[in-house]
């Protein structure tokens, strides 16, 4: 089965309301006719939600919010549920970015109970796995990676395993101007589709992988032309319109 490819724009603590309306629309125009072959969503900071909701309207464009709070309601100041986000029309949610892995003590054991929470409101997980520089270094990539994916998925029925969205993000290469080599991102790819089979059968073949750290027009392409390369998660490049649809055209090629 082809995988549609999947590329998402987060945004990060950047734009104001105004500034993301003004960013959709220079974006809509230039992703219009894409729509089918390949799908793009983009993920603004949570007060931007609503407008950029608004603004995409009619767009091929879906809507990702960046986080999610474990627990689907409760004395959680400061906090946003599964079932808001979903109320404001957000469709995926990105988890376990290593930013919020590093910066905010996130756990693979938190992340695995924000993908239930998120497939309980109807919204689809996209779950950031990655290595550091030193994991690297010393070897442990792909026991680093294969521990942060089992977790995940542990517990999980098989349909939403089908449902899921991994992005392989080596931290080392996340707005760094580092991309990892079309070689080992395809490798780590790999070998995480093969985990996928052993935990969860013939769905494998249905989750997409992206892959991200420093995607940029010049590079997204052949990235996302390696075999278990199913689309990019795009940090710094997502904030410029024509840089950020020359990404997504990268996935039609
Ligand atoms: C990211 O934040 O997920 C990311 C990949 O950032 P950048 O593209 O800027 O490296």
Known sequence: MARVKFVCGNW??????????????????????MGGKVQVAVAPPFTALAAVAEALRGTPIDLAAQNVHREAQGAFT???SA??????????CIVGHSERRQLFG????????????????GLLPIVCVGETLQEREAG?????????VKSALQGLPSADVGRLTLAYEP??????????????????????????????GGVA?????????SVKPDNAAELMGQPDVDGALVGGASLKAPDFSRIVKGALR
Request: charged letters at 25%; glycine letters at 10%; hydrophobic letters at 45%.
């Open 78 to 80: 400061g906090e946003i």
């Open 205 to 213: 073949d249905e989750v997409r992988i992206q892959y991200g750290g």
């Open 171 to 200: 931290v080392w290469a996340i707005g760094t101007g580092k991309t990892a080599t079309t070689a080992q991102a395809q490798e780590v790819h790999a070998v995480i589709r093969r985990l996928l089979v052993e935990l969860a």
């Open 83 to 92: 079932g808001m986000l979903a109320d404001l029309g957000v469709k995926h």
């Open 12 to 33: 990060k603590m950047y734009k104001t309301t105004g500034e993301a309306r003004e960013l959709v629309r220079a974006l809509a125009p230039l992703v219009e006719g």
């Open 140 to 148: 442990q990539t792909l026991a680093i990676v294969s521990r942060q």
């Open 106 to 121: 996130e756990t693979d054991e938190g992340v695995r109970e924000k993908v239930v929470v998120l497939f309980k409101a």
